[in-house]
Nanobody, 121 residues
């Protein structure tokens, strides 16, 4: 019904940059909050950054000043620009979106399949 497709992960050296993209598709009427989460091996999934449809963003303290989240509402796409990457940023990054498929419907949370980001020291 609703699919989230992530792209842009990969291997990068410490200090480098990557840009993640996540496009939502399917029977979408409206998207509220979109965001990025990550999960490192042996750890719980954690919030990285979220952004509302109006453009208000919040970040985890660990990425403030290094990562920037943005979105293109016309394309139902959210981006995560990651600069000054550190080895501790290594994780699977997941896209999330709160989507409603009808005018008066409820919002449901959808997840992408995840994209691996590996930062070498």
């Amino acid at each position: 019904q609703v699919q989230l497709a992530e792209s842009g992960g990969g291997l990068v050296q410490a200090g480098g940059s990557l840009r993640l993209s996540c496009a939502a598709s399917g029977s979408i009427f409206s998207i509220n909050v979109m965001g990025w989460y990550r999960q490192a091996p042996g750890k719980q999934r954690e919030l990285v950054a979220v952004i509302t449809s109006g453009g208000s963003a919040n970040y985890a303290d660990s990425v403030k000043g290094r990562f920037t989240i943005s979105r293109d509402n016309a394309k139902n796409t959210v981006y995560l620009q990651m600069n000054s990457l550190k080895p501790e940023d290594t994780a699977v990054y997941y896209c999330n979106a709160d989507v409603t498929t009808s005018y008066s419907g409820n919002y449901y949370s959808y997840w992408g399949q995840g994209t691996q980001v590996t930062v070498s020291s």
